[in-house]
């Protein structure tokens, strides 16, 4: 960070035990080496990631821990609010699937990364990878082993929406769901066109809320 975010956190960490600084030497243009040093320096039996300029609600932990455990969940996810980059929000709440597969990932990323809470041990054999959408091939790694994501049916954060036209990547977008689905999981080529299509629907209907 280019402000006083280092100080900051310092200063928590001195009066807090549990806030620990973390950081690496130069930026790497991605969240996935951030992310995999938080993962690998956790302690607890739970994760959830928070980007710096998005917002968990107030209760979002404590109520998805105790989703989890009155049913016996490993992994979970919620509906979350879009607010704009200078911090205007408007409920523009965004509903998402009530759980998520393996196939459902393949489809579209049904679970937004700033909404996740999972146990720890199933991020034991994985990691982000520094490709595109490495939110999404993430899941797949987790979820291509059987397990499934809830949704606990709440909004428990908001995200920011980058300061950029909304359309103006979607060539880009389209070409890396392609690369995920070909080079990285495998797809053959009906099936991959098959999950583009929804992909490309469901993303119309999501970035028109």
């Not at 597969?101 to 520094?130: A, G, H, M, Q």
């Not at 990547?169 to 009906?190: A, H």
Request: aromatic letters at 14%; one cysteine or more.
């Amino acid at each position: 960070s280019s402000d006083n975010t280092i100080s900051i956190v310092k200063e928590f960490a001195e009066r807090d035990p549990r806030i620990r600084y973390f950081f690496t030497n130069q930026n790497t243009g991605s969240p996935s080496q951030p992310r995999n040093i938080g993962i690998e320096q956790a302690k607890g039996d739970y994760i959830a990631f928070l980007d710096s300029d998005d917002i968990w609600l107030p209760n979002k932990l404590e109520e998805q821990l105790a989703f989890m455990q009155e049913y016996g969940y490993d992994f979970v996810y919620s509906n979350y609010e879009k607010m704009s980059w200078d911090g205007k929000r408007e409920q523009r709440i965004v509903k998402v699937k009530g759980s998520a597969s393996y196939k459902d990932i393949l489809k579209t990323n049904e679970i937004p990364c700033l909404t996740v809470l999972l146990k720890r041990e199933l991020l034991d054999d994985v990691r982000f990878k520094s490709v595109p959408d490495e939110d999404c091939v993430c899941w797949l790694d987790i979820l291509k082993k059987g397990y499934k994501a809830y949704n606990t049916g709440k909004v428990h954060a908001v995200y920011r929406e980058v300061k950029q036209s909304r359309s103006s990547n979607k060539f880009k977008m389209f070409k890396e769901r392609w690369y995920i689905l070909r080079d990285i999981e495998k797809v053959s080529f009906v099936p991959a066109v098959y999950y583009l299509a929804i992909y490309a629907f469901r993303g119309l209907a999501k970035y028109l809320v």
